[in-house]
């Protein structure tokens, strides 16, 4: 028997997933993503994503990211945040970890509890695309629109 699941048990799902990284950010790196979202991350940082490129602590809600109630299978970006990412180092974006408020120190995840979410960045076709894949030291680049949507395959 194949799973069949209502857009209202998708939406739930998805906003428990906004909940466990409602005021997290995006930390970019160089290079491809690791194995899993439990794995170390590879690769060179250069930067993350916060509100306004401000700065971002775990545990403080200041300037963390923040989605809108899931609709239609996806979650957006709130509308009211402005998301970009302020360069700490030069290099080509390959990859994002989405990381929760929640303290993490980056290590592998033995225990798999820490909210993570990674994806691919590119100019097109990835789970994040920018239009300059170019993360310049002290150069801000801002995320228009961030999407994470449940696969129509998956029903």
Known sequence: ??????NNDLNAMLDALATN???GAILI???????????APTGKYLGKVTVGGG?????QPTNGLNFKAA?????????????QIKGEADGTAGWFRFVGNAADDGAADSTESTP??????????????LSNTQIVTGATTTID?????WPANVL
Do not use: C
Not at 55 to 59: C, D, H, M, V
Not at 71 to 83: F, M, P, Q, V, Y
Not at 118 to 129: C, L, Q, T
């Open 1 to 6: 028997m194949t799973w069949r699941i209502s």
């Open 21 to 23: 990284h409602a005021n």
């Open 29 to 39: 790196y160089e290079g491809s993503q690791p194995a899993n979202a439990h794995a």
């Open 55 to 59: 700065a971002w602590e775990a545990g």
């Open 71 to 83: 609709a239609g299978r996806s979650l957006k970006k709130a509308d009211n945040e402005t998301w």
């Open 116 to 129: 993570r979410i990674d994806g691919r960045i590119a100019v097109s076709g990835a789970e994040m695309n």
């Open 145 to 149: 629109s961030f999407e994470l949507r």
